[in-house]
């Protein structure tokens, strides 16, 4: 499967701890994205990043959030000192690079569980 | 700044009918539009999209929506409706304007086909 792949699928963690998560986007697209999805809402926006470079990132990405592409390849979203307000599914995307607003096609997502 | 409308939560429709799943916009420029939908326990997965030209839009799994610009719209369709139809749908918008890589979701829309 050549898809966007996500590990771990599931992550419980104590509250406090830190977490983090890698994303493995598809070989040829440059861009890469991580969104966050809770209970009954649709993903909200995160970071994006263009290669190695970190572009956009949102405002709900507080200072516990970091997130890296270091080769342009794979990226890690680490989440420190874990609250339980945390808890969400955490989705990677990947599209194409160039001009014309190419589709993101999404992972399977990390469920994130803070107790 | 940019916002999606899905005022409906929960769709119900027998087999065989004709399905209508709804979203408005909000963008400041002109608008890319998308759908996805969620299946238990996997990622989004694309549908369709518009960028531009034709209003109709055709997609996966026979899926169509058309963009209406003075309603601010681009309502997901179907002729006939299958019991593997039943998923949870969301739209999502994009600004045109460079650099704005951001997609923003719905709150999404649960349709059930009854068998």
């Known amino acids: 499967d050549t898809g966007v792949s996500q590990n771990p699928r599931h992550k419980i963690t104590k509250r406090g701890q830190n977490v983090t998560f890698r994303c493995d986007p598809i070989?040829?697209?440059?861009?890469l994205y991580w969104y966050r999805q809770t209970l009954g809402q649709g993903p909200e926006f995160l970071t994006y990043f263009q290669n190695e470079a970190q572009l956009e990132k949102s405002r709900l990405l507080s200072d516990r959030f970091s997130a890296e592409r270091p080769k342009g390849s794979f990226s890690t979203l680490e989440i420190q000192r874990t609250e339980q307000g945390d808890s969400a599914m955490y989705l990677c995307?990947?599209?194409?690079?160039?001009?014309?607003?190419?589709?993101?096609?999404f992972g399977p997502g990390t469920r994130l569980t803070v107790t | 700044a940019q916002s999606v409308a899905q005022p409906e939560d929960q769709v119900n429709v027998a087999e065989g009918n004709p399905l209508t799943v709804k979203c408005t916009y909000s963008?400041?420029?002109?608008?890319?539009l998308f759908w996805y939908v969620q299946y238990p326990n996997r990622g989004l997965q694309f549908l369709l999209k518009y960028i531009t030209g034709d209003n109709l839009v055709k997609g996966s799994y026979g899926f169509e929506a058309e963009f209406n610009k003075s309603q601010t719209s681009f309502h997901l369709k179907k002729p006939s409706a299958l019991v593997s139809d039943s998923a949870l749908y969301f739209c999502a918008v994009r600004d045109e304007n460079f650099g704005n890589e951001k997609l923003t979701f719905g709150t999404g829309t649960r349709l059930t086909i009854i068998p």
């Open positions: 963008v400041s420029g002109n608008p890319y």
């Open positions: 070989s040829e697209h440059n861009r």
């Open positions: 995307a990947s599209s194409f690079p160039g001009p014309t607003p190419f589709e993101q096609y």
